[in-house]
């Protein structure tokens, strides 16, 4: 089997130049994009924000399965029926579990840990919870089963985001 050379003086076409584009002798088109977007949280997410803003902690409620489950949601994914109703529960909760971290989410080593845990929302169903920081004085003393209490930024301060709720801290027995 031969192979053969390809001759460019055969191929079909024009070579355009600059000049080409400047003068219109070939049409084209030029376009600078923005795009502008906004994002949709969506109604369960959005109510949950919307309280947060206003310092509350909402939660919706099953009816059929009896649950009430924080962070929100549009249908109960046990019994796949849409949430019955909407709710505000306590700003208090347990720790489910949680890490002690020496180095930040972009790898620099601090003193104090951060300790994001999750926190288990009293007037919630068992099991549901969020994820959370926690701050203490000591954290080797801490332990899952403690209780704890959002601590809220001001009400000027808040936007409607977790972050309205700085941390939480432990409820002294």
Same mark, same amino acid.
């Given at each position: !089997? %031969?192979?053969?050379? *390809?001759? @460019?003086? %055969? *191929?079909?076409?024009?070579?355009?130049?600059?000049? /080409?584009?400047?003068?219109?002798?070939?049409?084209?088109?030029? /376009?600078?994009r923005?795009?502008?977007?906004? &994002?949709?949280?969506?109604?369960?997410?959005? #109510?949950?924000?919307?309280?947060?803003?206003?310092?509350? =902690? !909402?939660? +919706?409620?099953?009816? $059929?399965c009896?649950?009430?489950?924080?962070?929100?949601?549009?249908?109960?994914?046990?019994?796949?029926?849409?949430?019955?109703?909407?709710? +505000?529960?306590k700003?208090?909760?347990?720790?489910? +579990?949680?890490?002690?971290?020496? =180095? #930040? &989410?972009?790898?620099?080593?601090?003193?104090?840990? $951060?300790?994001?845990? @999750?926190?288990?929302?009293?007037?919630?169903?068992?099991?549901?919870?969020? *994820?959370?920081?926690?701050?203490?004085?000591? &954290?080797?003393?801490?332990?899952?089963? %403690?209780? =704890?209490?959002?601590? &809220?930024k001001?009400a000027a $301060?808040?936007?409607?985001?977790? #972050? /309205?709720?700085?941390h939480?801290?432990?409820?002294? /027995?």
């Amino acid at each position: !089997m %031969q192979s053969k050379t *390809l001759d @460019v003086s %055969q *191929l079909l076409g024009t070579n355009l130049r600059g000049r /080409d584009f400047r003068t219109g002798a070939v049409f084209f088109e030029s /376009d600078k994009r923005k795009f502008d977007y906004a &994002w949709d949280t969506g109604k369960a997410i959005g #109510t949950f924000l919307g309280g947060l803003k206003k310092g509350k =902690v !909402m939660a +919706t409620y099953c009816k $059929q399965c009896k649950r009430t489950l924080v962070p929100p949601r549009m249908f109960c994914e046990h019994c796949f029926r849409d949430i019955d109703s909407r709710t +505000t529960i306590k700003d208090t909760g347990t720790i489910e +579990t949680f890490s002690v971290c020496f =180095v #930040t &989410w972009n790898m620099k080593r601090v003193k104090n840990p $951060q300790i994001p845990a @999750v926190i288990s929302i009293d007037g919630a169903t068992p099991g549901y919870g969020f *994820l959370h920081l926690v701050k203490c004085k000591d &954290w080797k003393s801490l332990k899952i089963g %403690q209780k =704890v209490k959002a601590v &809220w930024k001001p009400a000027a $301060q808040r936007k409607g985001a977790i #972050t /309205d709720i700085r941390h939480f801290a432990l409820i002294e /027995d």
